[in-house]
């Protein structure tokens, strides 16, 4: 009977996380579509970004709600109930990360409904677009193996998607100097630009997610040298 309940458990983890990994994909999708959509200025890809938002709301839901299951009929410790903890944590940021890629495509429609001037440097948006979707992946990639090692990777690499963010700010500022009829267009591609910069940040949540399962040990507010020293 142990033996049965315990495999029962193994089961219920194994079907949770990989309900997670499914919403990942979902979102990681969802956020290729919306820098597509930006880098093409195109509305219909930005409508399917959007229209997503709801399937990833209604998986954060129920992911959610068979969580609370398991907790009520396993009543999980040490390792099992960290797991479970992180699972909701990580859930939670990836429902974020999908409200950021909605909020890239609003701005997208918003831009193309305005008529502003496409001379604007929303191409250079890419590289950190990238950096952000790598890190995404890698985060999600560090959770399905919990693989500290990938995950320390992913919290060295988040301060090169702040480096590109200011770079990108300072770069706008100097667009909006030169020609004031940019201001209106440049504030929306800043607050697309912050928004992959929190896809950013959320990748380097579920990161730390990873290494408070494995270890024990929660790293959030932490400095980096720090950590290095507590997954040793």
Known sequence: MDKHISSQFDADLTNVSSRVLELGGLVESQTRHAVYALAQFSAEVANQVIA??????????????ELASIIARRQPTARDLRLLMAISKITGNLERVGDEAERI???????????SPRNLPS???????????????????????????TALVILKEDDLIDAEFNGFVRKLVTYMMEDPRTISASLDLL??????????????NIAEFVIYVVKGADVRHTALSDIEQAVK
């Open 52 to 65: 997503t938002e709801k399937q990833v709301n209604t998986m954060e839901v129920e992911i959610d709600a």
């Open 105 to 115: 495509a609003r701005m997208v429609k918003q831009i193309l409904d305005q008529g």
């Open 123 to 149: 191409s250079e948006l890419r590289i950190a677009s990238d950096l952000a979707s790598g890190l995404l992946r890698k985060s999600l990639d560090a959770f399905a193996r919990l693989d500290v090692n």
């Open 191 to 204: 607050f697309v630009a912050k928004a992959i910069e929190r896809i950013g940040d959320h990748a380097k």
